[in-house]
């Protein structure tokens, strides 16, 4: 069995593995690199030179650190199928187009203010491009978690963490290679628990927070206060969110706190993002994979303000009133959150709130830093609205959670490898892995190839 990691490692992002066994090559995940400038210059890098000899791609879920590059896989001559869930392929069909539109709109931008090194700025890649790579998902059969790949059968389990998201077993002969993709936490507010792992001769786990503990106490509860506090102060409370999951875990959140009498029932909610709104309805659709009621699916719009075009987004910018807006991106990096940024951050009456991981080198990264300027479109904003975070809302199982998960394996790893972290949270899992097991446990460079 051979390995190659050509992303997510030594960093969060631009997951993609490539896996040789069974006479198959198979590209694990096939994601974008965020965050820093340094690494999102890997995007525009060539793709790998073999991307015309991947016989087939296994997504383990939507997030676009996971799927973002499949346009560039096949732009650059990938012909294969895309296997993934149901669920999976239809979020990647919302999360390609827009971070298509995403990267067009910022090319037509750079091009009318002459702000790229580049004449003319080309987008990363364009609609007709993401359209090409979703022609070629695969979505598993109805009521079937394996999928056939020559010799080779791979088997995607509930991993938590994202609708439709998994963890995937290759088993080829008497060989099984498992790989996390993301895992999820067992108290999450949509997700069921990750299934436990049984059995892995070579192992890829993901080690986001490889080092750290999810805070002790309820994020519901710190978003209420949150919330409460801000509006009191006539404010308004910013959610920068990714639309896609936590939009609607943040959905779910504010349901249960006007329906428990913690927030009052006429407070504005505002779902300022195209994208998840047809989310929310995928996940209404798909409710069957989540950990909630059919009324609660049904609630998660119910009384929520949509603003689909810009216009009504613009016309939500002059409204005076108290309110929580939840807008992409999530790490404030691009989207309608910025113009809403632009608006609150100079007004110490409203409140931005991060609910989710920060990548370094991103905008949310910055303002929880306390940085007392922020950059949006080439002009500088004071800050003075409160900034903070909540933490405790993470889709990713914490260090403890990810040890559980191993914890069902009836023998370790021959090998495993930790993917999909900072170095100093791979490294700390490392060390905890090889303890427990006292067998080989490697974090891989960049670019890195194995053999296990
Ligand atoms: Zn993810």
């Not at 009521?143 to 509930?158: K, M, N, Q, S, Y």
């Not at 628990?193 to 490889?210: F, K, N, R």
């Not at 404010?235 to 913690?262: D, H, I, M, N, Y």
Request: hydrophobic residues 45%; proline residues 6%; glycine residues 10%.
């Amino acid at each position: 069995m051979d390995l190659q990691f050509l992303g997510a490692a030594d960093t969060v992002t631009g997951s993609r593995h490539r896996v040789a066994l069974g006479g198959q090559s198979v590209l694990l995940d096939c994601g974008l690199f965020q965050g820093y400038k340094t690494l999102r210059e890997r995007n525009w890098a060539p793709m790998p030179a073999a991307a015309s000899e991947v016989d087939a791609v296994l997504l383990s879920h939507a997030h676009l650190d996971h799927s973002g590059a499949l346009p560039l896989l096949v732009r650059a001559g990938f012909r294969g199928p895309v296997h993934c869930t149901a669920a999976t392929r239809d979020l990647c069909e919302v999360l390609l187009l827009d971070s298509a539109h995403l990267a067009e709109e910022d090319a037509r931008r750079a091009n009318r203010d002459h702000t790229s090194r580049h004449t003319p700025a080309r987008p990363l890649y364009t609609v007709a491009e993401a359209r090409r790579a979703i022609a070629q998902l695969r979505p598993l059969a109805r009521g079937r978690d394996t999928v056939r790949i020559g010799h080779v059968t791979a088997t995607f389990r509930p991993a938590g963490h994202l609708l439709g998201a998994s963890w995937i077993a290759l088993n080829s002969g008497d060989e099984r290679l498992v790989y996390s993709g993301d895992l999820g936490r067992s108290d999450d507010l949509l997700m069921p628990p990750p299934e436990p792992l049984e059995q892995a001769d070579v192992l890829l786990v993901e080690s986001t927070y490889g080092q750290r503990l999810h805070p002790p106490g309820d994020p519901v509860a710190e978003l209420g206060a949150i919330v409460r506090d801000t509006i009191g102060r006539g404010g308004s409370v910013l959610l920068p969110t990714f639309a896609v999951g936590r939009a609607q875990a943040l959905l779910l959140a504010l349901q249960r706190l006007k329906e428990a009498g913690e927030l009052p029932a006429a407070l504005p909610v505002v779902l300022d993002s195209p994208m998840a709104i047809q989310a929310t309805a995928l996940y209404q659709r798909h409710r069957r994979g989540l950990r909630i009621s059919a009324a609660e699916a049904a609630g998660l719009d119910q009384g929520v303000m949509l603003t689909a075009s810009s216009a009504a987004s613009m016309r939500l910018a002059s409204r005076r009133m108290p309110m929580v807006i939840l807008a992409a991106s999530g790490m404030a990096t691009g989207g309608r959150v910025l113009h809403h940024l632009k608006r609150m951050a100079p007004d110490p009456r409203h409140a931005i709130v991060f609910p989710g991981f920060q990548a370094g080198g991103t905008r949310g990264a910055r303002l929880l830093a306390g940085e007392t300027e922020v950059k949006i479109h080439g002009a500088w904003w004071p800050v003075r609205a409160r900034v903070s975070q909540i933490a405790g809302l993470s889709g990713h199982a914490d260090a403890q959670g990810l040890m559980e998960w191993v914890s069902a394996l009836a023998r370790p790893p021959r090998s495993t490898f930790v993917v999909h972290g900072e170095a100093a949270a791979s490294d700390a899992l490392r060390h905890r892995l090889q303890e427990r097991w006292n067998s080989p446990v490697h974090v891989p460079e960049h670019g890195s190839s194995w053999s296990a």
